[in-house]
């Protein structure tokens, strides 16, 4: 009977429970607390420690507390010939990460400690910092790594060991390539069957890498969509390059059927895609999360396939309409697009699991005789709402204050931004609507760049008050000079 006495906060399970959900700072609150807190949780302090520019652990106090270390994050380090004593004689270390700050002043240092600690390096940076070239004797030392699963190389050329490599990524979740030459054997282009295939990279990163001297017919380009769609796995693309010629032989691969890519969700680039390459990219995925492509033409085919409850498929050889489970829109949760599309209210008015819309644009016209927007988790917003209204005219006050109801729906705003640069956008000011956004209590960032802004100090007053956390203020508050430098003034004496 005494044990249902006790304090839960006193059950070591309970406790457990509750510090997974803690930030590190707080388990170390934490553990002052008592001396049952500390015995709990001491062990979750110490299971994953980081090396780098915060600090190194003592000697003492690695020893003192062994038993727990688990994981060992090496930030910035600069190795020596032998690996650190204090971290080498861990009995119960699962897993070693080198991070991309991580130095060898010698190839044979790194192939040593790969060799002693193989079995349990999970994440490996190649970067600029390493000074020697990416051989054979790299890539088969790296093979014998059997936890490995993250590999980024940065400013390297794969070559004669390039075989090799290959057959390290089988074995990866995550790869990214920096700056990165490569030549591919010429058996990776037979065919699709072949033994390159990446059955487990889950996220792809490719920056300016360039396959050299590719087999006749192909370009660096297409080579590349031939290595992505390699990627049975993929969740997360992210690619771009200087190398703009022949971009489009990678869309023509990489849209090849029988689609090869049912798990990705997440596509990033700086290329531009054209609105019938994006709407066909769109026809194939599966689900959606994220799209980050601030040269993507996102226009009306695009969004034909944002709002479609079909995909294509291929059945049995043949191109098919296929009922999705759910939308696209109904799943994404972030867009970044190209400032000239035209869509906004439609995508705010659609995509409910909304957290940040960048690039696109609406009018207040189609906010006022459009539908209600949904996205009511929307974080961070960046688009060009034009007031195509007169809003000297009641009517056009009217309607500035329906546009500026719609946007103080969305509560949990952090970040907002109405205007390109020249254009015309609602006025900032309480007689057009400004309290409209009195619930917008998590704003921290507001930007009009907007020549014809005459907000007022009442306007800039009311700000202050009713937004618990705004820091920042940018752009054209007040086109007049004597004015925007008193509101300057006043918004740098409250420190925003």
Not at 103 to 131: D, M, Q, R, V
Not at 254 to 266: E, M, T, V, Y
Not at 469 to 491: C, I, T
Request: net charge negative; with cysteine; charged share 25%.
């Amino acid at each position: 009977m005494d044990n249902l006495k006790l304090n839960p906060l006193q059950i070591p399970e309970i406790l457990l429970l509750i510090a997974e959900l803690l930030e590190r700072s707080d388990l170390l609150n934490c553990i002052r607390v008592s001396k049952a807190f500390h015995k709990t949780l001491i062990s979750l302090i110490w299971r994953k420690i980081t090396v780098g520019p915060q600090g190194d652990p003592n000697s003492k106090a690695v020893q003192k507390h062994k038993e727990y270390i688990e994981e060992i994050t090496f930030e910035s380090y600069t190795f020596k010939a032998s690996f650190p004593k204090k971290y080498g004689s861990l009995q119960g270390l699962k897993s070693i990460v080198f991070g991309d700050e991580c130095k060898w002043s010698k190839p044979i240092h790194l192939f040593n400690h790969i060799k002693a600690y193989g079995s349990i390096i999970t994440s490996l940076c190649l970067n600029e910092n390493i000074k020697f070239s990416c051989s054979s004797e790299l890539w088969e030392a790296l093979l014998e790594c059997i936890n490995l699963r993250h590999l980024e190389v940065y400013g390297k050329v794969i070559d004669v060991g390039a075989d090799l490599f290959l057959q390290v990524c089988k074995r990866l979740h995550h790869l990214k390539l920096e700056e990165v030459s490569i030549q591919l054997p010429i058996n990776f282009f037979s065919n699709e069957d072949s033994e390159y295939i990446f059955p487990n990279i889950r996220t792809l990163c490719i920056s300016n890498v360039r396959v050299t001297n590719p087999p006749h017919p192909y370009s660096s380009w297409y080579c590349l969509g031939m290595l992505v769609r390699n990627c049975r796995a993929l969740r997360s693309l992210d690619i771009e390059s200087w190398d703009e010629e022949d971009q489009s032989d990678f869309y023509r691969v990489f849209l090849q059927h029988p689609w090869a890519l049912n798990n990705l969700s997440d596509l990033c680039s700086c290329e531009i895609i054209e609105d019938k390459d994006m709407a066909a990219i769109l026809r194939r995925m599966t689900g959606l999360r994220q799209l980050d492509l601030p040269y993507a033409i996102f226009d009306q085919l695009s969004l034909q396939e944002l709002l479609a409850d079909k995909q294509e498929v291929m059945d049995n050889g043949q191109l098919v309409q296929k009922t999705r489970l759910r939308r696209l829109c109904e799943t994404v949760e972030t867009l970044v697009l190209a400032g000239d599309s035209s869509v906004a209210q439609a995508i705010l008015s659609n995509c409910p699991r909304l957290k940040r819309l960048e690039g696109s644009k609406t009018t207040v016209s189609e906010i006022v005789n459009g539908a209600e927007w949904v996205c009511s988790g929307l974080t961070h917003l960046s688009i060009t709402l034009e007031a195509d209204i007169d809003q000297e005219t009641e009517e056009g006050m009217a309607k500035a204050r329906i546009a500026f109801k719609q946007l103080g729906k969305l509560t949990r705003l952090e970040h907002l931004d109405l205007t390109q640069l020249y254009s015309r956008t609602l006025d900032i000011r309480l007689r057009a609507g400004l309290d409209e956004l009195a619930n917008l209590k998590r704003l921290d960032t507001l930007r009009v760049t907007d020549y014809q802004q005459r907000m007022q100090l009442e306007d800039a007053t009311w700000m202050v008050n009713n937004w618990p956390r705004f820091r920042g203020v940018h752009g054209v508050l007040n086109g007049e000079e004597d004015a925007a430098a008193l509101l300057e003034e006043f918004f740098e004496s409250h420190n925003i």
